[in-house]
């Protein structure tokens, strides 16, 4: 039987936490935060999503909030009984002068699941946000599902990107070929939207031999990474968020 599940959180400027409602195997816990933020860590109380699930968090960053988002393990996506795709669906808003860094572990997509994620973002003008994926390409030694995602994002309204990849035996031919993973299976980004980078852009670099920080309008910058396995494209991404929103 699939499942459906839709955590939710809300934080205000104080510091409280109005809303953290756990829901199926998102539980979310309050934990304790170093700093301005205040931390929600996602707990996976159960294996999922499999196939034919439907997950969802919805979160909320109101004016003047500053809240951190991380996980206690990483996702995994699974095959399950029915033949259907699990859906994951992350809904975050952020309101004027909030911050929100949204920094799970990463998603492994285990041989035979199949998977859409999508990420949907809005933020105020005056918004930020730090925004981590990592999507990891099977587990060791075995080929990886399917794994469709798209990120979402708009500032004021208007769009700010919007990308769609596509991995695994269902996705386009070509995905894992020299001009899109070149035979790794760990690939992730990480995206800065920051109101001070109108008046100090950020500059267009490499970092090793595969990642790169990319300015975008909006003012936001985008590091994209691909790496053997998951230790290695945390570290670039690691180094990006250090060059690009450092703690």
């Given at each position: 039987m699939s499942l459906r599940a839709t955590a939710r959180i809300a934080a205000d400027a104080d510091g409280g936490l109005p809303l953290l409602v756990s829901d199926g195997p998102l539980a979310l816990r309050r934990t304790r935060a170093a700093g301005p933020y205040t931390r929600v860590t996602v707990v996976g109380a159960m294996s999922a999503p499999l196939g034919g699930d439907r997950l969802a968090v919805e979160t909320e960053v109101r004016a003047g909030a500053r809240l951190l988002v991380d996980a206690a393990a990483a996702t995994l996506a699974l095959p399950g009984r029915s033949a259907e795709p699990a859906a994951y669906d992350v809904r975050l808003t952020v309101g004027e002068e909030g911050v929100l860094r949204w920094l799970p572990e990463q998603l492994i997509s285990v041989g035979g699941s199949d998977l859409r994620m999508r990420t949907d973002v809005e933020l105020a003008a005056t918004a930020r946000l730090v925004l981590r994926e990592e999507q990891?390409?099977?587990?060791?030694?075995?080929?990886?599902?399917?794994?469709r995602t798209r990120l979402t994002v708009r500032r004021a309204g208007r769009p700010l990107l919007d990308q769609e990849l596509a991995y695994g035996p269902g996705a386009p031919g070509g995905w894992d070929g020299g001009a899109v993973l070149g035979g790794h299976r760990a690939t992730g980004q990480l995206l800065v939207v920051d109101p001070g980078f109108e008046e100090k852009p950020v500059a267009p670099r490499l970092l090793g031999e595969h990642a790169a920080i990319t300015p975008l309008a909006g003012p936001a910058a985008l590091a994209t990474a691909v790496a053997p396995d998951a230790l290695a494209l945390r570290r670039l991404l690691d180094e990006a968020l250090e060059l690009l929103a450092p703690a």
């Amino acid at each position: 039987m699939s499942l459906r599940a839709t955590a939710r959180i809300a934080a205000d400027a104080d510091g409280g936490l109005p809303l953290l409602v756990s829901d199926g195997p998102l539980a979310l816990r309050r934990t304790r935060a170093a700093g301005p933020y205040t931390r929600v860590t996602v707990v996976g109380a159960m294996s999922a999503p499999l196939g034919g699930d439907r997950l969802a968090v919805e979160t909320e960053v109101r004016a003047g909030a500053r809240l951190l988002v991380d996980a206690a393990a990483a996702t995994l996506a699974l095959p399950g009984r029915s033949a259907e795709p699990a859906a994951y669906d992350v809904r975050l808003t952020v309101g004027e002068e909030g911050v929100l860094r949204w920094l799970p572990e990463q998603l492994i997509s285990v041989g035979g699941s199949d998977l859409r994620m999508r990420t949907d973002v809005e933020l105020a003008a005056t918004a930020r946000l730090v925004l981590r994926e990592e999507q990891i390409l099977g587990r060791h030694g075995e080929p990886p599902g399917t794994l469709r995602t798209r990120l979402t994002v708009r500032r004021a309204g208007r769009p700010l990107l919007d990308q769609e990849l596509a991995y695994g035996p269902g996705a386009p031919g070509g995905w894992d070929g020299g001009a899109v993973l070149g035979g790794h299976r760990a690939t992730g980004q990480l995206l800065v939207v920051d109101p001070g980078f109108e008046e100090k852009p950020v500059a267009p670099r490499l970092l090793g031999e595969h990642a790169a920080i990319t300015p975008l309008a909006g003012p936001a910058a985008l590091a994209t990474a691909v790496a053997p396995d998951a230790l290695a494209l945390r570290r670039l991404l690691d180094e990006a968020l250090e060059l690009l929103a450092p703690a």
